[in-house]
């Protein structure tokens, strides 16, 4: 009984609170919506705030929808079928690598940019904000086909990614951009080498659209063409930079755009001084050394030969086979020359000696029934064949004095003996034995030959430099 009582009052409890449960959730459920429609309002804000901060975020589209790439076809022209693209080029020299004698080449490595219009690529914007992409844009928009003339290899730098930025403007201005490394070809012209200074120049044109198509000019003239202030080279310094512009004309397809970057090379010539012109001059002077020693030292002239060939091969090793000669050909064959007639002059005068020789030999007879003297000793006039004993004493015999005088010498005469001591002890007595043993020939080319070779060096420095 008391069990029914109190099921009975737990019940009556439970009808009645139940209903007032139910009333205030369906009171809590509105509150809950608020709170988490206000949470999903303030995120909302939040990205909205965040995404203008990151101009990355600027534009929710993909770039295909907001350029239009779909719809844009690669292979046409801007504006095709009416009048030519014009595309503005400037260039930014970052270093002039190498440049090759051998190859008659160089490389350079620059930033090349070009401006055009393409209406296809504009895009709705209020900021007038452009939109800068990466290399992999490149192949789904028209692009200017600029290639380099007379090139031999060229390549775009790729550490660590391709170096190739593109940047489109709401009103469909583009800028494309690339960092690219070019070996051309460079036609040099040695005639005055290594006095000599090269014009070179890069030529930069389209392939496939004539002028026609596509009009190819510098964006700001000359100043489109930019340098660094460090580019140096180790045999030449760099005289200048300009740009330039012109037309070329192909039987086949028709008239062509071209630019020119032009650059001139001025060579060092410290270098070519110490290892070539110096050693030159140098065999030339020692030649000149047989003038004055003893006619028998042939080993002195002929080392000149050996020192000038070895000179001439190790200037031609860096240079390329050229058909022509060159300034500094010019001066060694000259030098080589004087080296050669020093030769012939030493080999002259022992000639010419032996002739002298050969005509006293004919007196000595005479001689020795007059004075009554050895023909041996009477063959010691001409003071180069003999003993050194009689070298020395054959000094004070003048082959041209009289009979008398010689008789006296060779008979010992205390006069004569008297008279040699006098001129051995004088004080130019070396001097004249020099001189008096020297050929007429020597002696005329002790100031011809260094009187010729200065008035060449003159001639050949006013040309060249």
Excluded at 69 to 77: C, F, G, N, V
Excluded at 79 to 88: A, H, L, Q, R, T
Excluded at 223 to 235: E, G, P, R, V, Y
Aim: hydrophobic share 40%; glycine share 4%; net charge neutral.
């Amino acid at each position: 009984m008391i069990l029914d009582s109190q099921s009975f009052f737990f019940t009556c409890i439970w009808i009645t609170l139940m209903p007032h449960a139910f009333a205030a959730a369906e009171i809590m459920k509105p509150h809950q919506r608020y709170c988490s429609s206000v949470k999903q309002t303030r995120d909302s804000k939040q990205e909205t705030r965040m995404r203008k901060d990151d101009s990355t975020k600027v534009w929710p589209l993909k770039y295909e929808q907001l350029l239009y790439i779909e719809d844009h076809d690669s292979a046409m022209r801007p504006g095709f079928g009416g009048s030519p693209v014009p595309v503005g080029m400037d260039v930014q020299i970052e270093s002039i690598d190498s440049i090759s004698e051998i190859n008659m080449g160089f490389t350079m490595t620059f930033y090349l940019r070009h401006y055009w219009k393409d209406g296809r690529l504009s895009f709705p914007s209020t900021t007038k904000k452009s939109m800068t992409f990466d290399h992999r844009l490149i192949r789904k928009i028209w692009v200017p086909d600029i290639f380099f003339v007379h090139s031999k290899r060229s390549f775009t730098r790729d550490m660590t990614v391709q170096n190739i930025v593109l940047r489109v403007q709401s009103d469909g201005n583009v800028l494309f951009s690339l960092r690219i490394t070019v070996s051309a070809m460079c036609f040099m012209d040695f005639s005055r080498f290594p006095l000599d200074t090269q014009n070179c120049s890069l030529e930069l044109e389209s392939y496939a659209y004539n002028e026609e198509d596509l009009m190819l000019c510098w964006k700001h003239g000359n100043k489109s063409l930019n340098t660094d202030q460090h580019i140096s080279l180790s045999q030449f310094s760099i005289e200048e930079f300009s740009a330039s512009s012109g037309f070329v004309f192909y039987s086949s397809t028709g008239w062509y755009n071209r630019l020119f970057i032009n650059f001139v090379l001025r060579r060092h010539i410290f270098f070519f001084m110490l290892q070539t012109y110096f050693p030159a001059v140098l065999m030339v002077i020692m030649s000149w050394v047989s003038f004055w020693i003893d006619r028998r030292a042939a080993p002195a002239v002929s080392l000149g030969i050996t020192l000038m060939s070895t000179t001439i091969s190790g200037m031609t090793a860096s240079m390329s086979q050229l058909s022509y000669f060159m300034a500094v050909d010019v001066y060694l064959a000259v030098s080589s020359l004087f080296v050669l007639l020093s030769i012939i002059e030493y080999a002259a005068v022992n000639y010419l000696t032996t002739v002298e020789v050969q005509k006293q030999l004919r007196k000595t007879g005479k001689i020795s029934g007059i004075c009554n003297i050895p023909a041996v000793q009477a063959m010691a006039f001409d003071g180069c064949y003999h003993d050194s004993e009689i070298d020395r004493n054959q000094t004070s015999l003048s082959l041209h004095s009289e009979e008398d005088s010689i008789c006296g010498k060779f008979t010992g005469s205390p006069s004569a003996d008297s008279a040699q001591i006098k001129r051995r002890n004088s004080g130019g007595y070396v001097g004249r034995v020099i001189l008096e043993n020297s050929h007429v020939t020597d002696t005329y080319s002790r100031i011809l030959f260094p009187i010729v070779y200065i008035i060449f060096n003159l001639f050949y420095w006013g040309i060249c430099v």
